[in-house]
């Protein structure tokens, strides 16, 4: 297993229960890939970026309990929402059938006027009557993007930018206008529409690098490893099968299967270059483009925020995450910032026009941005604060870019692929990356003639969200 991300992780732990010997060779010091934390110079342990799950990552949710660490996600049923000015509104689920449990809240939501929520509520119901699946959508490269969508079912401009923008900007880290309509639509039905319980919003309770723990144990105990800093410098090839791996220490490691974890920028790099020049699997891979997510770690010292997470309209900032209460006082402040501080997590997802702004300007854009969302930020002092600004932090889902995912299985005999770029239908997130890392190991052991199902399936439809899909 070359690649220590989910998709990596996932593989090797599902190969592991199947009884197989794994050793995975990962690059860095830490597990994780791009979900992943570090320990600061003062003690404290900061993520890469903070990262969300939902009710609907089923395969997520699996693997974190497959390796002990379901208990470290805290699951909440409420979103909250603010303007620049402070106003607040709420999202949240009532005891209706889906797709109408969150209508009372939605009918009740201040900050969206009632035209707004009429095309809102048509279009929804668009997506819920077809099961999820509109006609007027398709799933090849001649796919519209969701702009072009929302445009033709009336969307007003309102509704655009307070609703749709923001949950699939986040949610895809893509603007409307690259979005294939296929994966917009999708994240809707999945998450808000087909059941009550898809929405709901995963935070860890740890830091990430914390919730792989239990990895390192489920393979050891099927008399694996894992290898870190243990970068790979490339496969050998032999006509059309993979006969090792060369580390970048010179050492080659031979195994019955190799599963490629590495992002898609990488693996080209590790195959030998005529080989790829006369793969298209390979060679397409440099068609998927990538959007940047930049997130910001501010530390105050008191308290400017009492909500655990605040999702913000109108504002360059999107998210702002309360990490003190959401992982705990003492472990966060690593007993370097007094525990009366507060340290926040900011994300900005699709964040093009930030990615050449210095540091110091981003800093102060979202601090300004703040003030009117969190008013005790006035009278606090910023104790210290860092941008860490990730330009390829997924895959764009644009329209047609299915085409370039390759299936887990590869041309090469013996080589696998995994990572949230293959072909699993979701997008670039951390469910995407474990499907791909089930659904690796799945190939492998039905080429070794003992197949095995690892993949979860969806949450099932419920109440009138069942009836319309079984329909569609
Ligand atoms: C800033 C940011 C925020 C995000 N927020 C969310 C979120 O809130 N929710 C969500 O679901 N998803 C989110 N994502 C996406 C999510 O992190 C990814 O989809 C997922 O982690 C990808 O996992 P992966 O295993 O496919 O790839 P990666 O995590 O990239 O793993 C690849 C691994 O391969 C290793 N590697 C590379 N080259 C070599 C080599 N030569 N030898 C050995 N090892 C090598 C790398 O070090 C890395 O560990 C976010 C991503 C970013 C960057």
């Known amino acids: 297993m070359i690649g220590g991300g989910l998709a990596g992780l996932s593989s090797a732990v599902a190969l592991a229960e199947a009884g197989h010997r794994v050793r995975l060779l990962e690059k860095r010091p830490h597990l994780g890939g791009r979900a992943a934390s570090y320990v600061l110079p003062g003690g404290e342990h900061v993520d890469n970026c903070q990262h969300v799950t939902l009710g609907c990552c089923t395969n997520l949710e699996d693997f974190y309990r497959r390796v002990g660490a379901a208990e470290k996600i805290r699951f909440f049923d409420r979103l909250l929402f603010s303007t620049p000015d402070g106003q607040r509104g709420t999202m949240e689920s009532f005891a209706l059938p889906a797709p109408l449990h969150m209508a009372l809240s939605f009918s009740r939501f201040p900050l969206l006027d009632w035209a707004d929520k009429f095309a809102i509520a048509r279009a929804l119901l668009k997506i819920a009557t077809n099961g999820g699946h509109p ?35 986040s949610a895809l880290d893509e603007q409307l206008d690259r979005i294939d309509a296929r994966y917009g639509i999708d994240v809707f039905w999945k998450a808000f529409l087909s059941t009550r319980a898809g929405y709901r919003i995963g935070i860890p309770c740890v830091p990430l690098g914390d919730l792989y723990d239990g ?61 790829v020049a006369r793969q298209p699997v390979f ?41 003190t209460q959401l992982n705990g006082e003492t472990q966060l402040n690593g007993g370097s910032i007094e525990a009366r501080g507060q340290y926040l997590q900011l994300v900005i997802s699709a964040s093009y026009r930030l990615v050449p702004r210095s540091r110091q300007e981003i800093i102060e854009l979202c601090i300004s941005e703040l003030r009117g969302v969190l008013p005790a930020i006035r009278d606090a002092k910023l104790v210290k604060g860092t941008v860490i600004k990730e330009t390829s932090a997924t895959f764009s889902p644009a329209p047609g870019s299915d085409q370039w995912r390759p299936a887990q299985k590869s041309p090469v005999t013996g080589l696998f692929l995994a990572g949230d ?33 690892f993949l979860q399936p969806d949450l099932p439809a419920e109440g009138l969200s069942r009836i319309w899909a079984s329909k569609s």
């Not at 800093?229 to 190799?258: H, K, L």
């Not at 990538?290 to 504002?315: A, Q």
């Not at 293959?422 to 197949?451: C, F, H, K, N, Q």
Request: hydrophobic share 40%; net charge negative.
């Open 421 to 453: 770029w293959t072909s699993t239908g979701w997008p670039s997130t951390m469910e995407g990356a474990v499907r791909s890392g089930y659904l690796a190991a799945e190939a492998i052991l039905s080429d070794l003639g003992t197949p095995h199902k």
């Open 283 to 323: 060679l397409n891979l440099r068609n998927l483009r990538t959007s940047p997510i930049t997130g910001v770690h501010l530390w105050f010292d008191k308290k400017v925020m009492h909500e655990p997470f605040l999702t913000l309209l109108d504002s360059t900032t999107q998210w702002v995450f309360n990490k």
């Open 135 to 169: 006609k007027d959508i398709s799933n090849d490269a001649n796919g519209i993007t969701m702009l072009a969508w929302l445009q033709k079912h009336r969307q007003t401009e309102g509704a655009i930018r307070r609703f749709w923008e923001v949950i699939l900007v």
């Open 215 to 275: 990895c390192k144990e489920a393979i050891r105990m099927r008399g694996g490893e894992v290898l870190l800093r243990a970068g790979v410098r490339g496969f050998q090839v032999a006509g059309n099968q993979v006969t090792g791996v060369e580390r970048e220490d010179g050492s080659v490691e031979t195994a019955d299967y190799y599963v490629a974890a590495v992002p898609p920028d990488i693996l080209p790099e590790l195959l030998p270059a005529d080989f």
